[in-house]
């Protein structure tokens, strides 16, 4: 079965210092891996995406995440933190079958001034 | 830009009402999905629906759920009888074909509050 790890439940940055939000997964057969990020009271906004194409996947706002097949990782990076990046952010892994996606318990991200 | 919208945004019913969340998807989407998240907690699958039937549902999607595509348009997802645990937020996404690569596109959600 599909799952995900998110090692982090709270994680603070200093404005313009980098951001390492880990997630590691588990799959039976090469994953489709997402990151969303939700703001407070906002629905879930998709970040990224990996689908088996380049393993270093650029997405919204200056994230990024590689995918690391030999440590089963996805751990999402951006390198100098904004005051609105302050949000919960999830890591996902879509099954087959049903294509539903198994959500990590996320990882609230705390940037101060 | 298409999106996923939901109504209401937040609902407050009293322990044992019946409640409709509405969901409208993007138009020429074919796999539905519902979600929920308890509040501090992570998201949840529900139920999947594809080709006018339910396609897979979790252990939580229990005889007190039932979604239901009335229309071609809409997508809903009804609680018969509430209780106090069902408070959550409920996601409804939406996705085209395109097997493990397509992404699901997720409405505001709808905040239910039953008291």
């Known amino acids: 079965a599909q799952s995900v790890t998110q090692l982090d439940s709270h994680v603070s940055v200093s404005e313009g210092t980098p951001v390492l939000l880990r997630c590691n997964y588990s799959?039976?057969?090469?994953?489709?891996l997402f990151w969303y990020v939700q703001h407070p009271n906002k629905g879930l906004q998709l970040l990224l995406k990996?689908?088996?194409?380049?393993?270093l996947v650029k997405g919204i706002n200056g994230f990024e995440a590689e995918f690391k097949k030999s440590e089963t990782s996805f751990h999402l990076t951006k390198p100098s933190a904004h005051m609105s990046d302050a949000a919960e952010y999830f890591c996902?892994?879509?099954?087959?079958?049903?294509?539903?996606?198994?959500f990590g318990t996320g990882t609230r991200l705390k940037v101060l001034a | 830009e298409p999106e996923v919208t939901q109504t209401p945004s937040h609902q407050v019913t009293q322990m044992g009402q019946e409640v409709i969340l509405r969901c409208v998807p993007i138009s020429n989407h074919l796999y539905f999905y519902w979600y929920r998240q308890i509040l501090g907690q992570k998201v949840e699958f529900l139920v999947s629906f594809y080709n006018n039937e339910i396609s897979e549902k979790s252990e939580i999607f229990d005889d007190q759920f039932s979604v239901e595509r009335p229309d071609g348009s809409n997508f809903t997802l009804k609680i018969r009888s509430t209780k106090l645990e069902d408070s959550a937020m409920y996601f409804c996404?939406?996705?085209?074909?395109?097997?493990?690569?397509?992404?699901?596109?997720f409405g505001p959600g709808t905040r239910l509050t039953v008291t």
């Open positions: 996404a939406s996705r085209t074909s395109g097997g493990l690569m397509g992404e699901q596109y």
């Open positions: 990996y689908t088996s194409a380049a393993t």
């Open positions: 996902v892994v879509i099954t087959s079958g049903t294509y539903k996606y198994i």
């Open positions: 799959s039976s057969y090469s994953p489709s």
